[in-house]
């Protein structure tokens, strides 16, 4: 029997998962350099290892309120396909619960439409063993097209500041 593997994490009392395909790593929350004119859900950029990581509030993202950053706030670093382009991006969790692997067998459908996420990034739901339900994420269709550009502008910009400043 086939298994994936998958990193959960909570929002607010709700429970994500992503494919631990997905993610790169898990990085503490550091000082995050506010981008000008960028959307409210981007933070900004972070500099990870020599790299410029941009931010997002996923919270901001999915519309829920944004929350003060706690002690168990992380940083999952996600590789990203949008429009056939592989993007390195972060994105702010309330806090990582566990990996876990699931069959194909396990998987719900997702929630019709009318649900508090937009359907299209819930790619499967999945019922634990204390009843718990969590949303299995299509991460690469949470992010747009229109956050790609946003998303490597932002990169660019930082990246640019950064040579500037070496010269």
């Known amino acids: 029997m086939e298994t994936d593997s998958y990193i959960s994490f909570k929002l607010g009392e709700e429970f994500f998962a992503i494919s631990v395909s997905k993610v790169l790593n898990i990085q503490q929350v550091v000082k995050i350099t506010k981008v000008p004119t960028a ?9 990870l290892r020599g ?13 829920m309120e944004p929350i003060e950053y706690k002690r168990d706030t992380v940083i999952l670093v996600l590789n990203v396909q949008i429009n056939n382009e592989t993007v ?23 929630p019709g439409m009318g649900a508090k996420y937009k359907n299209k990034f819930i790619e499967a739901m999945y019922k634990t063993n204390d009843e718990q339900f969590v949303m299995i994420l299509d991460i690469d269709k949470v992010f747009s097209s229109e956050d790609l550009v946003i998303l490597q502008e932002t990169a660019d910009s930082e990246e640019g500041a950064k040579a500037e400043k070496i010269e």
């Open 39 to 47: 959307p409210e859900y981007m933070k900004g950029v972070i500099n």
């Open 88 to 110: 390195d991006t972060g994105i702010l969790v309330d806090s990582v619960k566990e990996v876990f692997e699931i069959t194909k067998e396990e998987l719900l459908p997702p």
């Open 51 to 63: 790299t410029v990581l941009p931010i997002i509030d996923i919270r901001m993202k999915f519309g």
